[in-house]
T-cell receptor, first 111, second 115 residues
Framework: GIQVEQSPPDLILQEGANSTLRCNFS?????LQWFHQNPWGQLINLFY???GTKQNGRLSATTVATERYSLLYISSSQTTDSGVYFC?????????????FGKGTLLTVNP | DTEVTQTPKHLVMGMTNKKSLKCEQH?????MYWYKQKAKKPPELMFV???????INESVPSRFSPECPNSSLLNLHLHALQPEDSALYLC??????????????FGPGTRLTVT
C-alpha cells in the first residue's frame, strides 16, 4: 500500500507564529485529507484536497499531486491549534476503503 | 449535517464484562468504519461496513464483534477484553468509493480502559 511520510514529527511555536507541515506520498494522490486531533481525541476534518489549494480562515493547504506531496499552512497560530495533525490518503489497491495515515505532527502552541 | 456521534465517551470495563460501543451518522453515508488508536499513534483500521455488510476485517480478534443494524448505526460489541485493548475507539463514515468524494468523517471517540 501507499506510504505516507509526515514532517516534522514535533513542532513547538509561540502564539502568533506561522508554520508549515508536510506530507510526502509514495504513490499517486487522489483523496488526500488533513485532520487535526485535539487533546480530547476528536479527529476534525480540516481539508479534503486531492489537488490544488484551499483556504479556511488561518489554515490553508496545497497538494501537488504530480510531485506527491501536500503542505498545511497555519498562520498566526493560537493555543487552540495545539494537537496532532494527520494527513491520510486512500489506498488505490485492493483495499479501496483503507486510509493510510502519516505518523502525525504534534504541534504545541505556547501562550 | 456532518456529524458522527459515539457513545459512551468513556468506558471502564473488567476483563470478564460484556459492553457495546455505539456510533450513529445521519449523512447518508453507506460506508462505516471502526478504528482503534493507541497513544501517540495514528488510527488503525479494524472493520469496514459497506451497505450494511461487513466488507473488511483487519484480522481483529473475535473478542471484538461489529454489527451494523441499519445504514445509520454501527455497534462494536466487546467481550473478554485484555488490558492491552485499552485505547481510543473511533467510528467514521464516508461515501462508498466511486460514489463521490472519498472523505471520511470521524466521531469523537470512546476512550476505553480495560482493568
Amino acid at each position: 500500500g501507499i506510504q505516507v511520510e509526515q514532517s516534522p514529527p514535533d513542532l513547538i511555536l509561540q502564539e502568533g507564529a506561522n508554520s508549515t507541515l508536510r506530507c510526502n506520498f509514495s504513490d499517486s494522490v487522489n483523496n488526500l485529507q488533513w485532520f487535526h486531533q485535539n487533546p480530547w481525541g476528536q479527529l476534525i476534518n480540516l481539508f479534503y484536497i486531492p489537488s490544488g489549494t484551499k483556504q479556511n480562515g488561518r489554515l490553508s493547504a496545497t497538494t501537488v499531486a504530480t510531485e506527491r506531496y501536500s503542505l498545511l499552512y497555519i498562520s498566526s497560530s493560537q493555543t487552540t491549534d495545539s494537537g496532532v495533525y494527520f494527513c491520510a490518503e486512500k489506498n488505490s489497491g485492493g483495499s479501496n476503503y483503507k486510509l493510510t495515515f502519516g505518523k502525525g505532527t504534534l504541534l504545541t502552541v505556547n501562550p | 449535517d456532518t456529524e458522527v456521534t459515539q457513545t459512551p465517551k468513556h468506558l471502564v470495563m473488567g476483563m470478564t464484562n460484556k459492553k457495546s460501543l455505539k456510533c450513529e451518522q445521519h449523512m447518508g453515508h453507506r460506508a462505516m468504519y471502526w478504528y482503534k488508536q493507541k497513544a501517540k499513534k495514528p488510527p488503525e483500521l479494524m472493520f469496514v461496513y459497506s451497505y450494511e455488510k461487513l466488507s473488511i476485517n483487519e484480522s481483529v480478534p473475535s473478542r471484538f464483534s461489529p454489527e451494523c443494524p441499519n445504514s445509520s448505526l454501527l455497534n462494536l460489541h466487546l467481550h473478554a477484553l485484555q488490558p492491552e485493548d485499552s485505547a481510543l475507539y473511533l467510528c467514521a463514515s464516508s461515501q462508498v468509493p466511486g460514489q463521490g468524494p472519498y472523505e471520511q468523517y470521524f466521531g469523537p471517540g470512546t476512550r476505553l480502559t480495560v482493568t
